[in-house]
């Protein structure tokens, strides 16, 4: 069992409600994130031929925000999540659609050992949007994901546009609210601990962009952007315990860097969860940032179609 919090669990984990919000493009190499990726990724264009990304991936999502915590301020916060893709080539249509599942995450530990969890098989009962639409440029290597919209504790049939809960108490008066963990309390289950041990109840709603370049056919890799999150804390076992009121408020700003939360894919054999895990554990990803210097730091430059050097 992997034990951990992902990004946007792990800014929850201490805070009551976040929201933060921003419009998509309409072409998706035209936002800032992805323009500022094809200008500092330092990565070359590759020519693929078309349906050459069909096929059963694995995907890592690991990122970074500034949270501001009780009594330690304002520090950087950040996770992994943890995806099995199942990429199908529409020839007809010239389009690659997805069915992603979440598998599994990590955190990390920030100042003073502050940190949260949710168990493993509690990622894997988080639905995901239907038949997500892949961007990809044969001739160059562009790849890009719109909306990859995830619901954590709630039911619709349209998560990314889904009206979020502003407060704990119309998250708790929706007949949205599920018991995925089937505890017997609405929302999904996490510990916390650092400046205090608790357990609390959430729910949470995230939308996110990935902008790339495929390497070769087996490995993609690229920057991703936060396009909304909202969580809220909807019950806690110690409503005194510091950050954990589902009544308190917390802000969350972007990191200076975009580079800091990026992605990566490689292509697996079974398209099951449980090898998604194997191998993240079998150090067949980066061992660390590919895009933050010293690029050379990672041990995943066989697989590069040629070193990063930014």
């Known amino acids: 069992m992997i034990h951990g919090l992902n990004l946007f669990m792990r800014l929850s984990a201490l805070v009551g409600l976040l929201s ?5 493009p309409d072409d998706p190499f035209e936002g800032e994130v992805a323009s500022y990726f094809q200008e500092n990724s330092g990565l070359s264009n590759i ?17 970074f925000s500034q949270q501001k915590f009780p009594v330690l301020g304002w520090v950087d916060a950040g996770g992994e999540t943890y995806y099995l893709v199942e990429r199908q080539w529409d020839s007809e249509g010239g389009q690659y659609l997805d069915r992603i599942t979440t598998c599994g995450g990590d955190n ?25 639409e892949v961007g990809f ?42 018991d995925p963990d089937g505890d017997g309390l609405p929302g999904l289950q996490m510990e916390v601990s650092g400046l205090c041990d608790n357990v609390v109840q ?6 996110t962009n990935l902008f790339g370049k495929a390497l070769n056919a087996d490995h993609i890799i690229g920057l991703q952007e936060q396009l909304s999150r909202a969580n809220v804390v909807v019950s806690a076992e110690d409503t005194s315990c510091a950050g954990t009121d589902p009544r ?26 449980e090898h998604v895990l194997t191998e993240i554990s079998s150090g067949n990803f980066c061992n660390a940032n ?7 730091s990672y041990e995943c430059e066989a697989n590069m179609a040629r070193a990063v050097d930014i």
């Open 248 to 273: 308190e408020k917390r802000d969350s700003l972007p990191v200076d860097d975009p580079m800091k939360n990026y992605f990566e894919m490689i292509r697996i054999e079974n398209p099951s969860c």
């Open 202 to 207: 959430f729910v949470q709603k995230r939308v």
């Open 108 to 132: 990390f530990e920030i100042a003073g050992g502050n940190g949260s969890n949710i168990k493993t098989e509690n990622y894997q009962k988080v639905p995901v949007s239907e038949n997500i």
């Open 20 to 24: 933060i919000t921003s419009c998509g």
């Open 137 to 178: 440029d044969h001739g160059v290597g562009d790849f890009s994901i719109i909306e990859l919209a995830e619901g954590w504790g709630f039911s619709s049939n349209d998560i990314a546009n889904h009206p979020f809960f502003e407060t704990w108490e119309e998250a708790l008066a929706s007949d949205d609210l599920t």
């Open 47 to 63: 020519e693929l031929e078309e349906g050459a990304l069909a096929g059963t991936w694995a995907m890592r999502l690991q990122g």
């Open 290 to 296: 590919p895009f933050i210097k010293p690029a050379q």
